[in-house]
């Protein structure tokens, strides 16, 4: 079955999100390389890749589905941040963004009544429920545990611990 334009676009665009998704994971990584958060770091270094697996996995799917994919040119991401927290919120802030996005890519799935996508999208709808409830979690560490020096240090060597066990597992 044929894409229709609609979908198609959808589907184009979310390249874009999920590039720069990458791009803005890999500048977080970067700040907390240099800042001295290593296991943050480690642990959005990994968050980039991840990000860039989930374009190429559209990527495919749509030049399986006749595409073609078109690869956007991807935004400057922010390149300082004020604190690990504040890091931690915009990350939050761009899942929210893309899972509104790929809720609005199952709706035309459905309108279209195009099952392919529809499933193809099914695995995105559970992982970014995964991907919001993991920096909702880290966020709730910073009441928990505090934002005083010691604290970050410990919220940076659970980010550490977490860095391989977060991966996708489809
Ligand atoms: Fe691929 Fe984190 O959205």
Redesign the pocket.
């Known amino acids: 079955m044929k894409l229709s334009l609609k979908m198609k676009k959808a589907l184009n665009d979310q390249i874009g ?2 590039a720069n ?1 990458s791009n803005s994971y890999l500048a977080m990584a970067s700040w907390c390389e240099v800042t001295g958060y290593e296991g943050a770091a480690s642990y959005f270094y990994a ?1 980039s890749d ?2 860039r697996t ?2 190429l996995k559209i990527v495919h799917y749509l030049n399986d589905m006749g595409g073609p994919a078109t690869i956007p040119a991807t935004g400057t991401p922010s390149s300082s941040y004020k604190s690990l927290e504040t890091l931690i919120k915009t990350a939050l802030k ?2 929210q963004l ?2 509104k996005a ?1 809720h609005k890519m199952v709706e035309i799935s459905q309108k279209d009544k195009d099952h392919s996508t529809y499933a193809f999208l099914e695995w ?1 709808v559970n ?2 429920v995964q ?1 919001e409830t993991k920096f909702e979690t880290l966020l709730q560490k910073f009441d928990l545990i505090g934002r005083d020096k010691l604290a970050i240090n410990e919220i940076d060597k659970l980010l550490a611990t977490q860095t391989t066990a977060e991966e996708p597992t489809a």
């Open positions: 999100l999920e998704a968050q991840e990000e989930h374009m761009n899942e893309v899972t790929i995105f992982e970014q991907e």
